[in-house]
């Protein structure tokens, strides 16, 4: 499975942007999908998830702001940002998991297997 990440750019404060992953290779109909992000200086950190019957996981800070679907037709993941801060700021990472992930386990990148090159969100103040 290949994932190719898109959408990022410069926004200011209160904006919004969509960022997209692309699979190929295979159809992740059986995959839990998830958006993590890593700022400078700092560790990679789970944002949300999606698994393969549509039920969402949202990390607090980007609850109500933040919204994750996909298109299994189309094999995309996507991640809906709005009212940004300079806080999201970060290269916003795609995974896919070859398995079904429990709740609690979602937001731990080591059980992701797949990973996508990363888009760069900058929100300015």
């Known amino acids: 499975v290949q994932l190719q990440a898109s959408g990022g750019g410069l926004v200011q404060a209160g904006g919004s942007l969509r960022l997209s992953c692309a699979a190929s290779?295979?159809?992740?109909?059986?995959?839990?999908m998830a958006w993590f992000r890593q700022a400078p200086g700092k560790e990679r950190e789970f944002v949300a998830a999606?698994?393969?019957?549509?039920?969402?996981t949202y990390t607090d800070s980007v609850k109500g702001r933040f919204t994750i679907s996909k298109d299994n037709a189309k094999n995309t993941v996507y991640l809906q940002t709005n009212s940004l801060k300079p806080e999201d700021t970060a290269v916003y990472f795609c995974?896919?998991?070859?398995?079904?992930?429990?709740?609690?386990?979602?937001?731990?990148?080591?059980?992701?297997?797949?990973w996508g090159q990363g888009t760069l969100v900058t929100v300015s103040s």
């Open positions: 290779g295979r159809t992740f109909g059986n995959y839990v």
């Open positions: 999606v698994t393969n019957n549509g039920i969402t």
């Open positions: 995974a896919a998991s070859n398995s079904y992930l429990i709740s609690s386990t979602r937001s731990s990148a080591s059980r992701y297997d797949y």
